[in-house]
């Protein structure tokens, strides 16, 4: 007969489950790189695309080159009017490839999300399909704004879209990163790996990106009815300009407030920091140029553009900041990733 494996008497039959190699099986995941990861070049092109698409959109409304392309979706009944083109044309004509680029790149992102959609996070497949939507309705009303010669309820609402898509594509591209940063410290304490960010953060960073956008939107219904040069030349239309200067207080109070609030978060958050900082920085200079824009009278399309520009820096920021922000938070009160909070590793070491 062979002899059966003693055990001590305080000792228990089940074999003790350590907090070492194994704890990469309770996540789910093994102990390498995130899945998420390899999405995340695309997702930081798209960001730098969508900002670029904001801006030339602007330019083209500067140049009154709205209409240099009078049919849609070619241009001059071409894909490439060479014998028209001048720098109007030109705008009108980039703008529209960089929305076709960023389309199809949304396209080719969701689908492989979705495709792969067992191995990622179940935020990410709806986070893209979002975007596809989103940027659908951007093309949708970038048609319409043609060819209804530039009505100015539907040159808003493209400038809408378009802000949301930087938001949007902004904060899942640090979700992404963060996601990739989480994964990578599985051995870590939970402390560590999901740090608990105070429930007020998460509300103040959406509170700020939600009147930025509201101001943006202001400053894009401004523009659409040259609301500011009718101003400027007969007096007419100021209400408008009015609305962008009273709305423009609490959007840059709501920013101003994240540089120090963002010394109480956790010490691991230092990206939150950054971001809080650059926001607020970005908004004095948006202050100024708004300004400066006014006081050249909106004769220097640089200074008008350069303000435009600055918005859409600032919404990315913002989105960055809450995408991180949402993470962070869903991490910290849903922990079920780690060992320590896993039901099954907890009877194993009673």
């Given at each position: ?123 990410l497949p709806g986070c893209c399909m979002a975007a596809l939507l989103l940027v659908a309705l951007q093309g949708a009303l970038g048609a ?12 808003t609402a493209h400038l809408g879209t378009a802000l949301l898509l930087v938001a949007l594509v902004s904060g899942l591209h640090q979700a ?16 560590q790996v999901h740090p608990q960010l105070p429930f007020w953060w998460t509300g103040l960073a959406l509170l700020a990106l939600v009147l ?139």
């Amino acid at each position: 007969m062979s002899a059966r494996p003693q055990h001590s008497p305080g000792s228990s039959a089940t074999p003790v489950l350590r907090h070492s190699a194994d704890a990469s099986t309770f996540r789910g995941t093994p102990d390498r790189p995130s899945n998420t990861a390899r999405f995340e070049p695309v997702t930081a092109h798209l960001a730098v695309a969508l900002v670029a698409l904001v801006v030339i959109g602007g330019a083209t409304r500067v140049m009154e080159a709205g209409l240099a392309c009078p049919d849609w979706p070619l241009c001059y009944g071409q894909w490439l009017p060479g014998g028209r083109m001048n720098l109007q044309v030109f705008l009108e004509w980039f703008h529209r490839l960089d929305a076709f680029v960023v389309g199809v790149a949304l396209l080719v992102l969701s689908a492989a999300t979705w495709l792969g959609r067992r191995d990622l996070p179940s935020w990410l497949p709806g986070c893209c399909m979002a975007a596809l939507l989103l940027v659908a309705l951007q093309g949708a009303l970038g048609a319409l704004t043609v060819t209804r010669l530039l009505a100015p309820g539907l040159v808003t609402a493209h400038l809408g879209t378009a802000l949301l898509l930087v938001a949007l594509v902004s904060g899942l591209h640090q979700a992404l990163e963060a996601e990739r940063l989480g994964s990578g410290s599985a051995r870590a304490p939970s402390s560590q790996v999901h740090p608990q960010l105070p429930f007020w953060w998460t509300g103040l960073a959406l509170l700020a990106l939600v009147l930025v956008l509201a101001q943006c939107l202001l400053g894009g219904s401004l523009a659409s009815q040259w609301a500011a040069e009718r101003c400027i030349a007969a007096a007419e239309g100021c209400q408008w300009l009015l609305r962008h200067r009273v709305v423009a207080t609490p959007a840059a109070l709501a920013v101003a407030a994240l540089p120090p609030a963002a010394l109480a978060l956790p010490a691991t958050e230092r990206h939150l920091r950054w971001f809080a900082a650059a926001a607020a920085l970005l908004a004095v200079l948006q202050v100024s140029l708004g300004v400066a824009t006014l006081r050249l009278q909106l004769a220097v399309p640089a200074v008008t553009v350069s303000h435009q520009l600055v918005a859409a820096l600032l919404v990315a920021v913002l989105g960055a900041m809450a995408g991180r922000s949402l993470l962070a938070r869903t991490r910290s009160l849903h922990p079920s990733g780690d060992p320590a909070f896993n039901p099954s590793a907890q009877s194993a070491h009673g």
